[in-house]
């Protein structure tokens, strides 16, 4: 149960003073499609459009790899629940010519944060949803200038009870606070808290198959998991970002965060051996208290020199992160026969759990960057990073195992703008990066493999076709070690993995009244190693997709008055469901329908009324979920929602 009682009384208060108060929109107009610059993927509160995300960019995680930025600035991110949508006003992933934006760009892309800063503006902002299936959600936000123009506040509370698409429930209680705090016009600082808990997550079942084949077609809607199989999360982020600027060519960024997630014990259930006829072998697998938590930052100190035309600005950036884990703990507990899609409650048995191992990770990065514009003509950039990783793993009964690496780190961009309407762009980086942790089936798993050197190129054009609609053109090809379970089921390296690809972007104003989002990947993805030469891996890493293609459009023009209609296609031929590269997956496509009516209720304040149908074909499918050791997930059925939101 949600413990922060503070916050709790606050948003009451906050909203029973706020509501005399009209002011401009806050989460009335939401939307994603309008938002988004370019379709690799833009996040605006609940709303999400594009080819990525924060755990997919290129076939890649931007989160698991460490990418993760908030307000540009470097912020390493535990759990997946703790930016609420109370601090976060959305959030992009930068690829190709958008990364170039970045001082010092990453390998797998970058997923940038906004936060929700409050303004000199009263505000109280109310969303509610209904769906998909028999879902509901309730968020209240609220920002008031407690000293005007030096002092505002904004806080958040939320709570939903999630509908998954296999028939079980969680619930989730979310919080946030922000300040803005400007004792100068010099001065900025943004402190901020949020809070995430969601509790009785009914998991689902865990779906392997016991050959070269798919699983058969079940009732997608039937819960068959155990109602003791729960499993609870409770994420906190804390932190600050602030700019001080003394003067107009100099300007010094500083953030620092606190990220933490605890998972309370948390069981799960796995259908080993599934056979075509859909029976399994059961076994149940248990987890004591899980703590990952990390400290992390960047100061960055920025120099302006303009010449003319031609602009300089050199940075001066330190950054770093502190990781520690607390994993395993487990205990498996084979039950015997049983069936997927055909309930069958069994009492739960007695886990006896293995003792906690823990480890550590600490790096420290220092770096400088040079970026010149020439107006009118074009951009170029280059950097240097010296970092310094350490990692330690204790494991019970095992010596300890540190692990260090001290490489240097470049980079290099370059755009040249071709005509006024045509841009030219290439880039070049190597990075550091995490590469992930071994899934619950690993045998040494919850353990976290150490970063490593991952490099990536890419090349592309951006066209505007006009003042509203751009086309972004590109190649690109990124180079990691491969990690995956081997033969012997160990999460570790065991090869290298090419990722060689087209993208394709068009987003905009395509005529008045409609936008687009509109885009496609092809990606070439190829793994290398003595496993593969052997015959013991396939040459294709699994579950990576060879095309994505999405389509998001919106309609309403001013004459119909508020109303507009919404589509969005997805179309992707998927890959591989095992490493062996036997079972290959079948292309699915989905159609998501929906409208909206936007209008003013009490003292002219904005409001939004969306309905969405997803999956109107009712289309079944079958993939891979994300992470290791693949187990199978379906598309959802056809679902329908309803949501609303206003500012007062």
């Known amino acids: 149960m949600f413990k922060n009682w503070s916050l709790l009384c606050l948003a009451p208060i906050a909203t029973s003073w706020l509501l005399s108060t009209a002011t401009y929109a806050q989460r009335a107009d939401d939307n994603a499609v309008s ?7 833009t996040t605006v509160g609940n709303e999400t459009t594009g080819l990525y995300n924060s755990f997919n960019a290129r076939g890649f995680s931007p989160q698991n790899a460490g990418n993760v930025r ?62 998909p299936y028999d879902e509901y959600n309730i968020e209240v936000g609220a920002q008031t200038p407690l000293i005007p123009k030096k002092l505002s506040l904004g806080v958040g509370l939320g709570y939903k009870n999630t509908a998954w698409d296999w028939g079980t429930h969680s619930w989730t209680w979310s919080a946030a606070a922000i300040l803005r705090w400007q004792p100068s016009d010099k001065i900025e600082i943004i402190p901020f808290w949020s809070q995430a808990e969601i509790s009785d997550w009914e998991t689902r079942p865990f779906i392997y198959t016991g050959g070269p084949y798919l699983p058969p077609k079940i009732n997608r809607r039937t819960n068959f998991s155990q109602a003791w199989s729960d499993w609870e999360e409770n994420n906190t982020s804390f932190g600050v970002v602030s700019k001080f600027t003394p003067s107009k060519d100099w300007i010094i ?131 240097l990073q010296k970092t310094t990783y350490k990692q330690t793993t204790a494991q019970v009964s ?28 290439g880039s070049y980086t190597r990075g550091l990066e995490e590469s992930g942790v071994a899934p619950d089936r690993a045998t040494n798993r919850g353990d976290a493999v150490p970063a490593s050197i991952t490099e990536q190129i890419d090349a592309g054009v951006r066209y505007a076709i006009t003042q ?82 999405n389509l998001s459009v919106e309609y309403g023009p001013a004459s119909w008055k508020g109303f507009s209609i919404e589509a969005q296609l997805q179309n992707k031929t998927q890959g591989y469901a095992d490493q ?52 199978y997930s379906y598309e959802g059925t056809t679902r329908f929602s309803l949501s609303i939101a206003t500012d007062f």
Do not use: C
């Not at 601090?87 to 170039?100: F, N, Y």
């Not at 499918?621 to 290791?628: E, V």
């Open 35 to 41: 938002a988004a610059d370019d379709a690799f993927g």
């Open 70 to 131: 908030i307000e540009g600035l470097f912020f390493d991110r535990q759990g997946a629940q703790g930016l609420t949508s109370h601090l976060i006003a959305g959030s992009t992933i930068h690829v190709g010519i958008s990364a170039q934006s970045y001082t010092f760009p990453a390998p797998t892309g970058i997923a940038n944060y906004k936060l929700r800063t409050p303004s000199d503006e009263r505000i109280i902002s109310v969303y509610a949803g209904f769906g």
């Open 253 to 383: 960024r500083l953030g620092a965060f606190r990220s933490l997630s605890v998972r309370p014990d948390s069981y799960l259930n796995f259908y080993n051996n599934t056979q075509p006829d859909g029976s399994a072998d059961l076994s149940f697998f248990g987890q004591q208290n899980q703590r990952f938590g990390s400290y992390s930052g960047e100061l960055r100190v920025s120099k302006n020199f303009a010449d003319g035309p031609l602009q300089h600005t050199l940075h001066l950036a330190v950054k770093g992160r502190d990781v520690s884990r607390q994993f395993d703990g487990s205990s498996v507990i084979p039950f015997g026969p049983a069936k997927i899609g055909v309930p069958m409650p069994v009492p739960r048995p007695n886990f006896i759990f293995t003792p906690l191992d823990h480890s550590q990770a600490r790096q420290v990065t220092a770096g400088i960057a040079y970026e010149s514009f020439w107006r009118g003509l074009g951009e170029l950039s280059f950097g």
């Open 398 to 425: 095992l010596p300890e195992v540190s692990t260090k690496s001290s490489p240097w780190l470049y980079n290099g961009t370059l755009a040249i703008y071709a005509t006024e309407n045509l841009s030219l762009y």
């Open 468 to 549: 509203d609609l751009t086309l972004v053109a590109g190649i690109f090809e990124v180079r990691k070690p491969y990690i995956e379970t081997d033969i012997d089921n160990v999460f570790r390296p065991i090869g290298s993995v090419r990722h060689r690809g087209v993208e394709l972007s068009l987003a905009g104003k395509v005529i008045d009244g409609m936008n687009v989002v509109a885009g496609t990947v092809l990606l070439q993805a190829r793994v290398s190693g003595s496993l593969v030469d052997r015959g013991l891996v396939g040459r294709i890493p699994f579950g990576r997709n060879p095309r994505v293609t």
């Open 580 to 631: 062996a590269n036997l079972v290959k997956l079948p292309p699915i496509t989905t159609l998501d329908l929906g409208a909206r009516y936007r209008f003013k209720i009490k003292d002219n304040a904005p409001a939004t009324l969306r309905f969405r149908v997803q999956n109107i074909t009712n289309t079944y499918g079958w993939g891979i979920a994300s992470g290791s050791a693949a187990w």
